[in-house]
């Protein structure tokens, strides 16, 4: 990205173009074509570049461009139209630096351009005091400028004075133009441009012009933009306004009294004696056609009948507002101004993808304007991407966070933008524009401004509400704010939504509320500033440790809506852990784990899990800890949990299972093992069957067949002693896989058949789902790809329906190898390449290597054998350093794939790509499996198969 000097840039458009279509499109579409062609010979015969077309838009940039315009404008007019009227071209030409990227030019020079253009009408060329001065006394021959003098454009920034181009052959006399000057007004003018709010200027204008729309409120909380947004929006409607459009600045007025008089004062009226400022309003506004923009009306919400008899006044009157809080009329329109957009999560951040988006882009032109030298590369995009997310897109706090940027680069205001405690450094976000009001000096006071119009309950549950991250239900907020009736708090929720402090959405049915983090930030400051977090943070964890145990244990039909409940709480129930250890409460810390690793387990979260679950078993035991009985333990007036050992014994098992997931076999044993000693210590036969269980499968996959057999009996035989069905039916589970792993297909397709049974009674969709891709893989072995392919199919649509990412990942890699048996490379690449995008973002190392695996046999049936041959040693290689035995049906894909890898390379091309292979890191396997590659030049390919053997 390159800043370009000052060069000459037109921009052009048809006038009426959308008329003209609608009226006749096939003409058009001949006129357009032709219309095209004469624009670029004119701008090129110029030494012109056309950048960017939009529709019949054109955008150019020259040394000097005045020519160029001259003779487009003649070409257009000579041209034998095929319309009832000839094409009339607008052109505006401006000059100044841009931004040069990508062939494209960005800035607010092409802003200002664009602008000017909108001011003419068709035929006319306008020129900038810039452009004009760029021009010098070299004007084309037959060529004069005239001075159509200072001009507002809808820009509401600085003033332009404007020329017109004017020659013998072209039309001298147009309309007025259509510039902030036309009309009546008071529009403030703005120190920058606006920018992005597309979308919302479209929407708002639209709404304004709906003949039920009189009074639109917009609304939002403080920082969001709504002023700058209604400016721009009254600009853009002037035309549409007979006599025009009044702003009335109400931020300094605190008395409802004084709304009236304000806004006659702005409309120019003067006082007259006996006369109330009401009824002068009310004479004047009645037979007028207006646009009124009441600004801050917040402090001033008793004033809202004034609105009201106003409008009741003047038919013709309409009103915009800008308010924290709705005026609660009755045709009130409310128009929330939503915080820009922000850049995808799930891009990498480049320097052109935050050119389009808003919010980034808001921060690079502030940042620009205090550090003209800053320059967003791909090593800052990601900072710059950060802080914008951080804000929430709030137009306020990103100003101010750029205005940081003299000091502090991107890298080190991203830093410094959290304090050590992971909290948002609100004092940090402070200015220094003197020409802002006092209460947009900083983001806090900002915040302050909105929460002192609260009532002290009001206040209370505002700060109540800080503690929760990524929102709450009403539920959760009874349990928080103990001591508001469920009336009175719907009141209060519906003033802090009403106030823009409170968001409110629908989820299942159900509402759900949050708070931008910024808000959110603040509120727990003032909780802890009046000394009450601990004791709300206290109720916050007793009510998610309540919710964790009452649905992290399901099983069956129920577990997809329980577990797709945790994962909306997902940030509560970290919240609720973080608290839990920092408080050194192990017994609370060890409660959540035991209730959550299944969770963790089935939803993918297998690192963030075991990181939980380390923590709590490394908290030394201790008494109870401070926080209560859930509130399940509460009406029953039991615990839910037994004694700590057997809390221990849980986490344990827990961590061994995610262990597992990711292929730390170690782990996974040593955590099997010490909490099958505590449960045959305490005597509990349930939790030793599941540990037992858990180290089975662990041994099983290092290669220890014996050993596993022996604890896989022994927690079979428990689990039927007990009559737990579920223990069964994973055992003989377990069981089926071990015997199709040994070679005795039958006996295991008789377990498999027998556990199914079971798992089907239970509901339970995840392991029905993971036994039919057994089922697969037998079928698979056996050479039976059709039958493999649909058991794969049915299985996948279960995983997804039941939100398990395991299972689904390890059956879209056994999918993806049925279709490069059937020749369809496209679906098997794409199969393996989702399963490892799954299995990375699980941090699953077992099965990531068998992805790698399934996309090394692709590029060898595209007859890329060095890539091929690179994936399956990093593959190979990965499992031995994990001392994973691979499964049967992966040793015999393994061998198919090498074979076929060696007979393309030949014997030395292979031992070098291989050996190549072997010293990339995981990660860096990763990447190269994830590389584009090619298509097959002609139909499918077909691959030959390695029977298994033994």
């Known amino acids: 990205m390159t800043t370009a000097p000052a060069k000459v840039f037109l921009f052009t458009d048809i006038e009426g173009s959308t008329r003209r279509w609608e009226m006749h499109p096939a003409r058009m579409r001949a006129a357009l074509a032709r219309h095209d062609g004469l624009m670029r010979d004119a701008i090129s015969a110029q030494g012109g570049q056309v950048f ?18 001259k003779a487009a404008q003649r070409a257009l007019r000579r041209e034998p139209w095929d319309l009832p009227e000839p094409l009339r071209v607008r052109m505006a030409l401006h000059a100044g630096g841009a931004e040069e990227r990508d062939g494209d030019f960005f800035g607010p020079t092409l802003n200002r351009v664009a ?78 441009a606006l920018i992005g709010r597309q979308s919302e200027l479209a929407e708002l204008q639209a709404l304004l012009r709906r003949p039920d729309a009189r009074l639109v409120t917009c609304t939002g909380p403080g920082g969001s933009g709504k002023t700058r947004l209604a400016l721009q929006t009254a600009a853009e409607l002037l035309d549409e306004f007979e006599h025009g459009v009044c702003f009335v600045p109400l931020a300094s007025v605190r008395e409802s009294a004084l709304v009236a008089p304000t806004t006659a004062s702005a409309l120019g009226l003067q006082e007259r004696p006996g006369e109330p400022p009401a009824a002068r309003l009310k004479e004047h506004l009645r037979v007028r056609q207006t646009l009124l923009v009441l600004d801050n009306f917040e402090q001033v919400l008793d004033a809202a009948p004034l609105v009201a008899e106003l409008l009741a006044a003047g038919p013709r009157l309409r009103v915009l507002v800008t308010s924290r809080a709705l005026l609660r009329l009755s045709g009130e329109r409310n128009f929330p101004v939503p915080p820009l957009a922000l850049p995808d999560s799930r891009l990498p951040p480049s320097p052109a993808s935050l050119e389009r988006c808003d919010s980034t882009r808001l921060f690079m032109e502030r940042a620009r304007a205090v550090d003209p030298a800053l320059a967003v590369t791909a090593e800052n995009a990601g900072a710059v991407a950060d802080i914008c997310m951080r804000l929430n897109g709030i137009p306020l706090a990103i100003e101010l966070a750029a205005a940081r940027v003299r000091l502090l680069p991107p890298e080190a205001l991203r830093a410094r933008l959290v304090d050590a405690s992971g909290r948002m450094a609100l004092d940090l976000l402070g200015g220094t524009a003197r020409d802002l009001p006092e209460r947009q000096r900083t983001l806090a006071a900002v915040i302050s401004w909105s929460h002192d119009l609260l ?70 400051a003032q909780l802890e500033s009046r000394g009450e977090a601990a004791d709300s943070r206290r109720r916050h964890g007793m009510h998610f440790l309540g919710l964790a145990e009452s649905l992290g244990g399901t099983a ?34 060890l409660r959540m784990g035991c209730a959550l690793w299944r969770f963790w387990e089935v939803r993918g979260h297998w690192s963030e899990g075991r990181r939980w679950l380390e923590a709590a078993l490394a908290l030394p035991p201790a008494a109870p800890g401070a926080c209560a009985p859930s509130l399940s333990a509460q009406a029953s007036g039991e615990r839910r949990t037994s004694a700590p050992g057997l809390l221990r014994a849980g986490a344990l098992h827990g961590l061994g299972t995610l262990a597992y997931e990711q292929g730390d076999l170690e782990r996974a044993i040593a955590s099997e093992t010490e909490g099958l000693e505590i449960a045959r210590r305490l005597g ?107 058991l794969y199919d049915a299985s996948m649509a279960l995983s997804r329906e039941a939100g398990d990412k395991r299972f689904y990942a390890v059956t879209l890699v056994n999918r993806g190898i049925v279709a490069l048996h059937q020749g369809d490379l496209a679906r ?16 699953n190392k077992r099965n990531i290597p068998v992805s790698l695996m399934g996309i090394g046999g692709v590029a060898a049936a595209r007859g890329d054998g060095a890539r091929a041959a690179r994936l399956l040693a990093a593959a190979q290689g990965s499992l031995d350093k994990q001392g994973i035995v691979q499964a049967f049906a992966d040793r015999a894909e393994l061998d198919r794939s090498v ?52």
């Open 52 to 69: 960017k077309t939009i529709g019949d838009a054109f955008c150019a940039v020259f040394a000097k461009a005045a020519d160029a315009a």
């Open 115 to 192: 602008r000017l253009l909108c001011a003419g009408h068709g035929g006319q060329v306008l020129l900038s005091q810039a452009a004009r001065e760029a021009l010098g006394e070299d004007l084309p021959a037959g060529v004069s400028l005239r001075d159509l003098g200072e001009r507002r454009l809808k820009d509401l920034i600085r003033p332009e004075r404007v020329s017109q181009l004017q020659a013998q052959d072209l039309p001298a006399d147009f309309p007025p133009l259509k510039t902030l000057d036309a009309r009546p007004n008071n529009l403030p003018a703005q120190p920058n």
């Open 455 to 524: 009532d002290v309950a009001e206040q209370g549950l505002f700060r109540s509400l800080g503690v929760f991250l990524g929102g709450c239900t009403l539920e959760a907020v009874a349990q928080v704010a103990q001591g508001a009736a469920e009336r009175s708090l719907l009141a209060g929720l519906e003033s802090l939504i009403d106030k823009s402090l409170v968001r409110q959405n629908e989820h299942q049915g159900e509402p759900r509320f949050s708070m931008l983090d910024t808000i959110r930030e603040f509120a727990l």
């Open 556 to 589: 069956g039909e129920a577990q997809e809506s329980c577990f797709g409940r945790l994962e909306t709480e997902h940030d509560n129930l970290r919240e609720s852990l973080a608290w839990a250890l920092g408080q050194g409460d192990a017994e609370t810390a």
């Open 684 to 790: 509990d036969k349930r939790a030793a069957a599941a540990a037992l269980l858990g180290l089975h499968w662990a041994l099983v996959y290092r290669g220890e067949f014996e050993r596993g057999a022996e604890v896989f009996a022994e927690s079979l035989a428990l689990s039927r002693e007990l009559g737990d069905r579920r223990g069964t039916a994973e055992a003989l589970a377990a069981a089926a896989w071990t015997s199709f792993e040994r070679g005795a297909p039958a006996q295991a397709e008789v377990l498999c058949a027998e556990s199914l049974v079971l798992f089907r009674e239970l509901g339970d969709k995840v392991n029905v789902a993971w036994l039919l891709n057994v089922q697969g893989e037998m079928a698979r072995s056996s050479g039976d790809d059709a039958r493999a392919g649909a």
């Open 828 to 843: 098997a690449e794409a199969h393996h390449r989702e399963a490892l995008l799954l299995n990375r973002e699980m941090g």
């Open 899 to 950: 074979a076929s890898v060696r007979g393309l390379l030949g014997a030395d091309a292979f031992a070098s790509a291989w050996a190549a292979g072997l010293t990339l890191t995981l990660d860096e396997a990763m990447d190269c499996a994830l590389e584009a590659v090619s298509p097959p030049a002609a139909g499918p390919v077909k691959t030959s198969r390695v029977e298994p053997n033994g």
